[in-house]
């Protein structure tokens, strides 16, 4: 059975709620959408061919979605989710889900209890990320002690730190620091430059002293699209480490293995399957398949769409909550305490927080 999706906003982001809802029929029936002005409405009725409502009340009461997508700015998220929730409807809620620690409080306090809402984060489901859970999961590298991020920004980053250290809601000591550097800005969201330029680049390094281990966040502007910059994850445990697709560890007395995270790609040379995942491997075993195989999909858009899946089961109660809102809540009291660190010089503390005494 499909999922009745809609969406609130319809901005760059919300757009990939939106092709996913259209282009993935079996799993999602885009049932109705809002956004703040006219012309963003009438731009998604001829773009997804969806109904559009004036109002977050009639989106609800009219199109009668199983999940609303909140997916706004920053700045207006705290409000919109805490609209939806009004409404009685589900949520999952792009991140971050409030923009300062007093707004995650109040969010909290005001819709927390209610069960209602998930995060949209998807980091953690990347087809690579979610194949290194799967060999930290088997006990490969034994106990994660420390997760090195350089990739992506802020919470985002922290969801994936959070994500391999099994981290929880405990008390925090965040450290940060930040310089500038040249740097060629080849390409950004639009596309390819057509004169780049070597412009200062702002670099955060930030270290995260939690219960479980150590966190090293190391993000450089435009990371995400600027290819001359390295993605970069590293996952050590008691015995062993990933880097990246390169796994390290002790099978056995005296015998140290070198071995890799493999993706089976389709659409190279003479395979006429389509380009696309097909799955990864590691030494023999399936590590991560393509649940959505033959949509020729991206790995944030795969990662999105298995979000949406599990948010939409979870909503229809038949399944269990992907993401719940304390974690998202939880992700962002970090990377705001990273920005602050990085802000002042000073180490900052987090303390366990509303959503942390409530889940634990």
């Known amino acids: 059975m499909s999922v009745r999706i809609g969406v609130v906003g319809g901005a760059w982001r919300a757009q990939f709620f939106g092709r996913l809802a259209r282009d993935l029929p079996e799993d999602f029936e885009l049932v109705g ?24 009340g009639a989106l609800v009461a009219q199109s009668r979605p199983d999940l609303v997508v909140v997916a706004v700015s920053h700045a207006a998220n705290e409000d919109v989710v805490r609209e939806v929730v009004d409404e009685g409807a589900h949520v999952l809620a792009e991140t971050p889900p409030a923009t300062d620690v007093a707004g995650l409080r109040r969010l909290w306090h005001d819709v927390g209890a209610t069960g209602r809402v998930q995060v949209a ?43 391999f250290l099994g981290a929880g809601f405990g008390p925090a000591t965040v450290t940060a620091h930040r310089h500038t550097a040249p740097l060629l800005d080849p390409e950004d969201r639009t596309g390819w430059h057509v004169d780049p330029q070597v412009r200062e680049a702002t670099t955060t390094l930030a270290v995260l002293d939690l219960p479980e281990g150590t966190g090293l966040h190391d993000f450089t502007d435009n990371q995400w699209h600027n290819r001359l910059l390295h993605r970069r994850i590293l996952i050590r445990g008691t015995r062993g480490e990933i880097r990246d697709d390169s796994v390290l560890h002790l099978p056995e007395p005296e015998t140290i293995v070198r071995s890799s995270i493999d ?42 769409a298995t979000l949406m899946r599990a948010a939409g089961a979870w909503a229809q109660d038949e399944g269990e909550a992907p993401y719940p809102l304390a974690q998202g809540l939880q992700d962002q009291l ?27």
Do not use: K
């Open 33 to 56: 959408m809002t956004a703040r002005t006219p012309a963003t409405r009438e731009s998604w009725r001829r773009t997804f061919g969806c109904p559009t409502h004036d109002s977050v």
């Open 121 to 163: 984060e998807q980091y953690p489901l990347l087809p690579g990320h979610a194949a290194r859970r799967w060999v930290v999961e088997q006990g490969t590298i034994g106990e994660v002690t420390q997760v090195q991020v350089s990739s992506t920004h802020g919470y985002h980053s922290v969801a994936l730190i959070r994500s």
């Open 263 to 304: 993706r089976a790609q389709l659409g190279h040379d003479l395979d006429l399957d389509g380009y696309d995942t097909s799955h990864l491997t590691f030494e023999g075993a399936v590590a991560h398949r393509n649940p959505f195989l033959g949509a020729r999909l991206a790995d944030e858009e795969i990662a999105i």
């Open 334 to 360: 970090l990377a705001l305490a990273i920005e602050e660190s990085a802000r002042t010089g000073a180490a900052v503390h987090t303390r366990v927080e509303p959503w942390g005494r409530t889940v634990s």
